[in-house]
């Protein structure tokens, strides 16, 4: 399920797809092999940050934050956990990216869905890493969040200058 605070559907409007996102939603959970109800909160990075406090201890606003379920209360609906994201921020990822905010929003939406799977980047040995990228070639997706941050705090190295021979 979609949920998009009445700000944000003000602020991005038709950038919203919410049946789009329901869709990539569906289809991204099936294929991290999730199972039960994500309820997905598209929010402000005023309230991202408030949640990253609260929870998290954190005072800043993030991208998208996971909030895995405690064991299954009920076995015929199951629930796997939420996602907030903040519209705010992926709209300026995607902007650096140069990419659409539909598909920034859909690779926080499979990032999420990892940790609520269970994978944590901040703690494994590149499992979720793998799996992540894995995902993303299957979805279509480009460079996801762990390759960015991985890219971002590995300097590139600069091309060697190859000296060709002139020929007179």
């Given at each position: 399920?979609?949920?998009?605070?009445?700000?944000?559907?003000t602020?991005?409007?038709?950038?919203?797809?919410?049946?789009?996102?329901?869709?990539?939603?569906?289809?991204?959970?099936?294929?991290?092999?999730?199972?039960?109800?994500?309820?997905?909160?598209?929010?402000?990075?005023?309230?991202?940050?408030?949640?990253?406090?609260?929870?998290?201890?954190?005072?800043?606003?993030?991208?998208?934050?996971?909030?895995?379920?405690?064991?299954p209360?009920?076995?015929?609906?199951?629930?796997?956990?939420?996602?907030?994201?903040?519209?705010?921020?992926?709209?300026?990822?995607?902007?650096?990216?140069?990419?659409?905010?539909?598909?920034?929003?859909?690779?926080?939406?499979?990032h999420?869905?990892?940790?609520?799977a269970?994978?944590?980047?901040?703690?494994?040995?590149?499992?979720?890493?793998?799996?992540?990228?894995?995902?993303?070639?299957?979805?279509?997706?480009?460079?996801?969040?762990?390759?960015?941050?991985?890219?971002?705090?590995?300097?590139e190295?600069?091309?060697?200058?190859?000296?060709?021979?002139?020929?007179?």
């Open positions: 399920m979609i949920l998009i605070e009445p700000a944000i559907q602020q991005f409007g038709r950038a919203l797809r919410r049946r789009r996102l329901a869709s990539f939603l569906e289809e991204a959970a099936a294929a991290t092999g999730l199972k039960g109800e994500v309820s997905v909160l598209l929010t402000t990075d005023e309230d991202i940050r408030r949640l990253n406090r609260r929870f998290r201890r954190k005072d800043q606003a993030t991208d998208v934050l996971s909030f895995p379920a405690p064991a209360l009920d076995r015929r609906n199951p629930v796997a956990g939420d996602l907030a994201i903040s519209v705010e921020t992926a709209a300026r990822q995607a902007a650096q990216l140069e990419q659409p905010l539909a598909t920034e929003l859909q690779i926080l939406i499979l999420g869905l990892l940790h609520l269970g994978y944590d980047h901040e703690t494994d040995s590149g499992q979720m890493a793998r799996k992540e990228a894995t995902l993303r070639r299957r979805l279509g997706l480009d460079a996801g969040l762990i390759e960015r941050s991985t890219r971002s705090a590995v300097p190295k600069p091309a060697k200058r190859v000296e060709r021979s002139r020929r007179p």
